[in-house]
Each structure stands twice: as C-alpha cells, then as structure tokens.
C-alpha cells in the first residue's frame, strides 16, 4: 500500500500540481485506510472492504463532512490506480458519497465590515499593518493563504490589481481598490520611516520579527478586532471573503464574476452565495408582505 500511496503523492505533486496543505490532507487520510486495510494487499480491495470502512468512520462519529472527504480522496486514488493498471477494477464506483447538509458561509453586514476595518489604531505600524490587511481581504475577497503570500512586487498600485498565488499554485490577478492600496501604501510609508524591522525584504505583511505573516497570525489579529469590535458572530478570517461575495451579489454583480474574482474552478463552488442572499430575500419578504 506504501508505494502506491507514494506513487500517488508524487502524482499530485508533479502532474496535478496541488498545494502542499491539499497533499498532506491526502497523505492522512490514505494513512487512515493503509491502517484500517492492514497487510491486506490493495488488489484484494472490493467495496464490502470499502463499505466496511465506511462502517468504521461511523462508528467513531466521524461527521458527515470527514466521512465525504476521505471518500473523495479514495475516489481520486482508486482512479488513479486504475488509470495507471495497478488494479483491474475500481471498487470504488459502487459506493455513494453521503449527502451534505448545505452549510451557508458566514458573513457581516456592511455595518459591522465598517467597524472591524476601521478598528486598528492608525498611528501605529501594527494599527496601520492590521488596517491594511482587513482593506485587502475585503476589497479583494481573496483568501488568507494568498493574502499573507503577497510580495511587495505583486501589487500594481498603478494598474489597480495584486497578484496571487491561489489553489494549486495558480497564479491570478485580481482588483484592488483605491482605499485598500492607499492603507497599504501607508503601511508601508510609516514601516519605512520608522525603519522597522524587516528580515523579509519582499513579503508586504510582517509580524513583529520581520518575517512573513503566517495564517494562524491572521486569525489572531481578527480574533483580537472581533473582540474590539464587540462583534457577536462567530467569524474567522474567511468571513471577510465570504462577506465580499454575498455583498457583490447583493449589489447587482453577476455569478459568473464573482466566480471569477473568487478564483473557484467551478460555478458550483460560487452558488452557495446565492442561497445566501435568496435567504435574506425571504427574510425581508416575510417580514414586509402583509399576507407572507
């Protein structure tokens, strides 16, 4: 089983191009099913072998969502098994993935987007570092790994867009507004005279060593400004995302864009907001038609 998941990583990395945090996600969950399958040898695998795991999953609570996800990863691995001739058939085909509850993404109203950007202390560096970063999430809807991956080179304050690197180490160019480029025009300026420390000469977003901003850092700069803000909703970082999306749509923009600013393969992926702003549709018409 070891070689063939080995042969499989080595797939993803170099054929299909994934992103490290999507490999290591594969890498445990076929690590999960080497361990239920044992010396069982993969050509023996039939879909009692597969239903039985499944039977596992559950009996260790596993939610819906995990349950989904490993299927997918071993749907992707049999196939490619299958494709290479390591199997003769795939087990896999006979087994249904179990249906999801749709879980609606999490987002402010323009009220409180206002008051969580405009709560970082504006004399400071770290004030004005955090300012640009909310400014830069929300204008661009872009997502934290590729907002804390930006180089000072990949924004073009001219031209009004900032380059990413995205799922699957895609690169795309997405706009930016005047006010998210002037907060970081101003983090900038106010790091530089202040000569701040800065051991990464490219990266825009710092912690206080100079080095690049991690993921984790970001949630816990919003987690500090949720709690400024006195912000009840359980938000993460993400929520500013999924904020500038359902606000897009509201206002009149087009899915097909949306999709398109969101960086999503799919239309599939960028229709969840759809239902967002249907369910807030329905909210105003029951509360506003006299015979709702």
Avoid: W
């Avoid at 445990?28 to 239920?36: P, Q």
């Amino acid at each position: 089983m070891e070689r063939y998941i080995e042969k499989f990583i080595n797939y993803l990395k170099v054929e299909r191009n994934v992103s490290k945090h999507t490999v290591t996600n594969y890498a445990v969950d076929l690590a999960s099913f080497a361990e239920f399958l044992g010396d069982k040898d993969i050509a023996g695998v039939d879909h009692l072998a597969l239903r039985r795991f499944l039977a596992e999953m559950r009996s260790k609570n596993y939610s819906k969502r995990t349950v989904a996800r490993k299927l997918a990863t071993l749907r992707t691995f049999f196939r490619f098994l299958y494709r290479e001739g390591h199997i003769k058939t795939n087990p896999i085909t006979a087994i249904m993935t179990p249906k999801l509850d749709k879980k609606l993404p999490k987002f402010l109203d323009v009220n409180k987007v206002e008051r969580l950007i405009t709560s970082p202390d504006a004399e400071t560096v770290p004030g004005l570092r955090d300012r640009a970063i909310f400014e830069t999430l929300y204008s661009t809807g872009i997502r934290v790994s590729e907002l804390v991956g930006i180089d000072s080179d990949d924004v073009d304050f001219i031209s009004g867009v900032v380059k990413v690197l995205g799922k699957g180490a895609k690169e795309r160019m997405v706009p930016i507004g005047d006010t998210a480029l002037t907060a970081i025009r101003k983090y900038l300026d106010k790091r530089a005279a202040e000569k701040a420390r800065a051991k990464d000469k490219h990266a825009v977003f710092l912690n206080k060593n100079g080095t690049r901003l991690t993921d984790r850092s970001v949630r816990r700069i919003v987690d500090k400004y949720i709690r400024v803000c006195a912000i009840e909703e359980k938000i993460s970082p993400h929520s500013l995302r999924h904020s500038f999306a359902t606000h897009l749509l509201d206002r009149g923009a087009d899915l097909r864009s949306v999709q398109e600013l969101l960086g999503h393969m799919n239309l599939s992926t960028t229709q969840i907001y759809t239902h967002v702003t249907m369910e807030r549709l329905k909210a105003v018409y029951d509360k506003a038609h006299p015979r709702a």
